[in-house]
Antibody, heavy 124, light 107 residues
């Protein structure tokens, strides 16, 4: 059974940093691209970042987080990360990690599994 | 970035109704479109991918169609469990985008 478990969310002041983790199990983690998607309170879904499988050599970011957030993965630990720096109030959201639906692709597709999300609140 | 526009934003319907939600892309995305269902307090659930492929385990009353810039999600006979918010997502470009969502509520 595929499981994605996010952690690391919490309350942080504007300008602060936070690192989210997503522990994956139930599938060959290294063979799938992974992504972060966020949802501000009462709002819709917003894609944040994606990283390809295997080498993780292909990475993309939404313009809203480019230069502030860094996605990475440790295939030996089956874990996806999101380092978030220079946080702003508008980054307040539930952050979901999501598994790509296509095996062993260096491109990015639909998301067939999602974690339960971790809440990040940016406030003074 | 490719903009995705869903209509309507809110849809009121009754159990047993046939409903259709539309998603329009600001440029052609071929068939690189997915549909998700989200219930309050829960993560989104994949329903349809590549515009018309039904995800395993999803009831056959859900169907998707379209290509290029116009897509539809159809629920053939609404069930009580279907009242939720639905999102489309394009993955034609490396900058993935979602529609703003369609809230399906009980009439």
């Amino acid at each position: 059974e595929v499981q994605l478990l996010e952690s690391g969310g919490g309350l942080v002041q504007p300008g602060g940093s936070l690192r989210l983790s997503c522990a994956a199990s139930g599938f060959t983690f290294s063979s799938y691209a992974m992504s972060w998607v966020r949802q501000a309170p009462g709002k819709g879904l917003e894609w944040v970042s994606s990283i390809s499988g295997i080498s993780g050599g292909r990475i993309h970011y939404a313009d809203s987080v480019k230069g502030r957030f860094t996605i990475s993965r440790d295939n030996s630990k089956n874990t996806l990360y999101l380092q978030m720096n220079s946080l702003r109030a508008e980054d307040t959201a539930i952050y979901y990690c999501a598994k790509d639906g296509i095996y062993d692709s260096s491109n990015f597709y639909h998301f067939d599994y999602w974690g339960q999300g971790t809440l990040v609140t940016v406030s003074s | 970035d490719i903009q995705m526009t869903q209509s309507p934003s809110t849809l009121s319907a009754s159990v047993g109704d046939r409903v259709t939600i539309t998603c329009r892309a600001s440029q052609s995305i071929s068939s690189w479109l997915a549909w998700y269902q989200q219930k309050p307090g829960k993560a989104p659930k994949l329903l349809i991918y590549k515009a018309s492929s039904l995800e395993s385990g999803v009831p056959s009353r859900f169907s998707g169609s379209g290509s290029g810039t116009e897509f539809t999600l159809t629920i053939s006979s609404l069930q009580p469990d279907d009242f939720a918010t639905y999102y489309c997502q394009q993955y034609d470009s490396f900058s993935i985008t979602f529609g703003q969502g369609t809230r399906l509520e009980i009439k």
